[in-house]
């Protein structure tokens, strides 16, 4: 049963060129393309209309450009000073270590990538991260939130974040769709999509 959380709000970083050519992202410091510009901007104005924003809120980024980028529209549209926004390592993307800037297709025809999805959840590619790394690391975080938050993230590390929030079990983990250009928010068990309209997604 997942724990009794303040409500999330979670944005995955706009489109950059390599998600469009299906390579592995991880640590490396890649920034938006235009179109992930013009999410990250759609999802920002969205965020001015969601109806229990409050002050108090925290608003916490990952340290990867992609990911502070897409922040930055948010920050302009809410009028939000840089002390507001945290850079917080823990949000940061699952690592891939030997496979960054690979493609997907290579890695999923490799005869090291498990076929089975609860077997993934475990799988840490060389000088990377597992699954279950991530979802630890995300785990002790969300511990330490005391009020509600809005945090930009990573698509793999995403996952981890709803499946923690929702409950779900680890073979839903790792193939949950975590979108771009939407909003997801996060509260009493449940995830709810959002689309750069407002409407679900």
């Given at each position: 049963?997942?724990?009794?959380?303040?409500?999330?709000?979670?944005?995955?970083?706009?489109e950059?060129d390599w998600?469009?050519q299906?390579?592995?992202?991880?640590?490396?410091?890649?920034?938006?393309?235009?179109?992930?510009h013009?999410?990250?901007?759609?999802?920002?104005?969205?965020?001015?209309?969601?109806?229990?924003?409050?002050?108090?809120?925290?608003?916490?980024?990952?340290p990867?450009?992609?990911?502070r980028?897409t922040?930055?529209?948010?920050?302009?549209?809410?009028?939000?000073?840089?002390?507001?926004?945290?850079?917080?390592?823990?949000?940061?993307?699952?690592?891939f270590g030997?496979?960054?800037?690979k493609?997907?297709?290579?890695?999923?025809?490799?005869?090291?990538y498990?076929?089975?999805?609860e077997?993934?959840y475990?799988?840490?590619?060389?000088?990377?991260?597992?699954?279950?790394?991530?979802?630890a690391?995300?785990?002790?975080?969300l511990?330490?939130?005391?009020?509600?938050?809005?945090?930009v993230?990573?698509?793999?590390?995403?996952r981890?974040?709803?499946?923690?929030i929702?409950?779900?079990?680890?073979?839903?983990?790792?193939?949950?769709?975590?979108?771009q250009?939407?909003?997801?928010?996060?509260?009493?068990?449940?995830?709810?999509?959002?689309?750069?309209?407002g409407?679900?997604?």
């Amino acid at each position: 049963m997942s724990k009794d959380r303040p409500p999330i709000y979670f944005v995955r970083h706009g489109e950059t060129d390599w998600n469009v050519q299906g390579l592995i992202q991880g640590w490396t410091d890649i920034e938006l393309n235009q179109k992930g510009h013009d999410q990250a901007r759609s999802v920002a104005q969205a965020m001015t209309r969601v109806r229990d924003f409050h002050p108090d809120f925290n608003f916490v980024v990952s340290p990867l450009k992609r990911a502070r980028q897409t922040m930055g529209y948010i920050a302009e549209a809410l009028a939000l000073e840089p002390e507001q926004i945290a850079v917080e390592p823990a949000v940061t993307e699952l690592g891939f270590g030997v496979w960054e800037g690979k493609p997907f297709w290579e890695l999923k025809a490799s005869p090291i990538y498990p076929p089975h999805p609860e077997d993934r959840y475990f799988w840490r590619p060389k000088e990377g991260e597992s699954y279950e790394d991530g979802h630890a690391r995300i785990s002790q975080w969300l511990d330490r939130l005391d009020r509600p938050t809005v945090v930009v993230a990573h698509g793999a590390i995403g996952r981890c974040l709803i499946a923690e929030i929702a409950g779900l079990p680890r073979r839903d983990l790792v193939e949950l769709t975590v979108r771009q250009g939407c909003y997801c928010r996060l509260a009493d068990g449940n995830a709810w999509w959002f689309d750069a309209n407002g409407d679900a997604a």
